[in-house]
Protein backbone atom coordinates (compact mmCIF):
# COMPACT_ATOMS: atom_id res chain seq x y z
CA UNK A 1 0.00 0.00 0.00
CA UNK A 2 1.02 3.50 -0.88
CA UNK A 3 1.76 6.15 1.75
CA UNK A 4 0.17 9.12 1.59
CA UNK A 5 3.07 11.80 1.42
CA UNK A 6 2.44 14.62 4.10
CA UNK A 7 2.41 18.60 3.04
CA UNK A 8 1.80 21.09 4.94
CA UNK A 9 -1.61 22.93 5.63
CA UNK A 10 -1.23 25.23 3.08
CA UNK A 11 -0.13 22.72 0.39
CA UNK A 12 -3.32 20.59 0.84
CA UNK A 13 -5.17 23.83 0.63
CA UNK A 14 -4.09 25.14 -2.07
CA UNK A 15 -4.68 21.66 -4.38
CA UNK A 16 -8.48 21.65 -3.08
CA UNK A 17 -8.63 25.18 -4.13
CA UNK A 18 -7.75 24.58 -7.47
CA UNK A 19 -9.86 21.27 -8.13
CA UNK A 20 -12.95 22.97 -6.00
CA UNK A 21 -14.32 24.33 -9.13
CA UNK A 22 -16.40 21.40 -11.13
CA UNK A 23 -14.54 22.34 -14.22
CA UNK A 24 -11.53 21.88 -13.21
CA UNK A 25 -11.96 18.39 -11.18
CA UNK A 26 -13.27 17.31 -14.73
CA UNK A 27 -10.42 18.32 -16.37
CA UNK A 28 -8.50 16.62 -13.80
CA UNK A 29 -10.27 13.65 -14.34
CA UNK A 30 -9.93 13.50 -17.89
CA UNK A 31 -6.39 14.49 -17.77
CA UNK A 32 -5.51 11.20 -15.42
CA UNK A 33 -5.27 8.99 -18.28
CA UNK A 34 -4.89 11.20 -21.41
CA UNK A 35 -3.64 14.50 -22.82
CA UNK A 36 -6.00 17.21 -24.53
CA UNK A 37 -5.32 20.20 -26.26
CA UNK A 38 -7.26 23.31 -25.53
CA UNK A 39 -9.86 23.28 -28.95
CA UNK A 40 -10.84 19.89 -27.36
CA UNK A 41 -11.97 20.88 -23.74
CA UNK A 42 -13.59 23.95 -25.76
CA UNK A 43 -15.34 21.22 -27.51
CA UNK A 44 -16.16 18.75 -24.75
CA UNK A 45 -17.07 21.40 -22.06
CA UNK A 46 -18.97 23.72 -24.89
CA UNK A 47 -17.04 27.08 -23.42
CA UNK A 48 -14.70 29.69 -24.79
CA UNK A 49 -11.42 28.85 -25.42
CA UNK A 50 -10.18 32.23 -23.01
CA UNK A 51 -12.57 30.55 -20.26
CA UNK A 52 -11.07 27.20 -20.85
CA UNK A 53 -7.71 28.95 -20.84
CA UNK A 54 -7.98 30.46 -17.42
CA UNK A 55 -9.23 27.04 -15.75
CA UNK A 56 -6.14 25.65 -17.08
CA UNK A 57 -4.29 28.70 -16.24
CA UNK A 58 -5.35 27.94 -12.74
CA UNK A 59 -4.62 24.52 -12.61
CA UNK A 60 -1.32 24.83 -13.76
CA UNK A 61 0.12 27.50 -11.42
CA UNK A 62 -1.16 24.72 -8.60
CA UNK A 63 1.47 22.50 -10.06
CA UNK A 64 -1.51 20.16 -11.14
CA UNK A 65 -0.77 20.16 -14.74
CA UNK A 66 1.89 19.57 -17.56
CA UNK A 67 1.84 22.03 -20.87
CA UNK A 68 3.66 20.76 -23.95
CA UNK A 69 3.72 22.83 -27.20
CA UNK A 70 3.35 21.49 -30.47
CA UNK A 71 3.66 24.36 -32.88
CA UNK A 72 1.28 26.57 -31.86
CA UNK A 73 -1.26 24.42 -30.26
CA UNK A 74 -0.99 23.42 -25.86
CA UNK A 75 -1.54 20.33 -24.63
CA UNK A 76 -2.46 19.49 -21.15
CA UNK A 77 -1.34 16.27 -18.78
CA UNK A 78 -1.79 15.60 -15.44
CA UNK A 79 2.08 16.56 -13.49
CA UNK A 80 2.55 12.99 -11.63
CA UNK A 81 5.73 14.36 -10.00
CA UNK A 82 3.77 17.39 -8.17
CA UNK A 83 4.21 17.40 -4.83
CA UNK A 84 0.47 17.21 -4.79
CA UNK A 85 -0.05 14.03 -7.48
CA UNK A 86 -0.70 11.55 -4.72
CA UNK A 87 -3.58 13.35 -3.28
CA UNK A 88 -4.97 14.59 -6.16
CA UNK A 89 -5.00 11.05 -7.40
CA UNK A 90 -6.54 10.01 -4.26
CA UNK A 91 -9.36 12.68 -5.05
CA UNK A 92 -10.41 11.39 -8.17
CA UNK A 93 -10.44 7.97 -7.17
CA UNK A 94 -13.58 8.76 -5.85
CA UNK A 95 -15.33 9.77 -9.26
CA UNK A 96 -16.85 7.03 -10.68
CA UNK A 97 -15.91 5.92 -14.40
CA UNK A 98 -19.85 5.42 -14.64
CA UNK A 99 -20.51 9.24 -13.42
CA UNK A 100 -22.95 11.22 -15.82
CA UNK A 101 -21.40 13.99 -16.20
CA UNK A 102 -17.53 12.33 -17.32
CA UNK A 103 -19.98 10.15 -19.65
CA UNK A 104 -21.24 13.02 -21.36
CA UNK A 105 -17.80 14.70 -21.79
CA UNK A 106 -16.26 11.60 -22.85
CA UNK A 107 -19.02 11.13 -25.35
CA UNK A 108 -18.02 15.09 -26.68
CA UNK A 109 -14.53 13.93 -27.32
CA UNK A 110 -13.48 14.06 -30.41
CA UNK A 111 -9.51 13.44 -32.02
CA UNK A 112 -7.38 16.45 -32.05
CA UNK A 113 -8.18 18.34 -35.04
CA UNK A 114 -5.80 21.55 -34.40
CA UNK A 115 -3.23 20.50 -36.82
Known sequence: M???STQSAADVTAC????SDPTRLM???LVETNKYCVCQFVEMFGMSQPAISQHLRKLKQ???LKENRSGQWRFY????ESTHATLLLDILSHIEDSDAQLQALLAK???VDCF
Open 62 to 64: AGL
Open 109 to 111: EKP
Open 77 to 80: SMNK
Open 16 to 19: LKAV
Open 27 to 29: MMK
Open 2 to 4: ETL
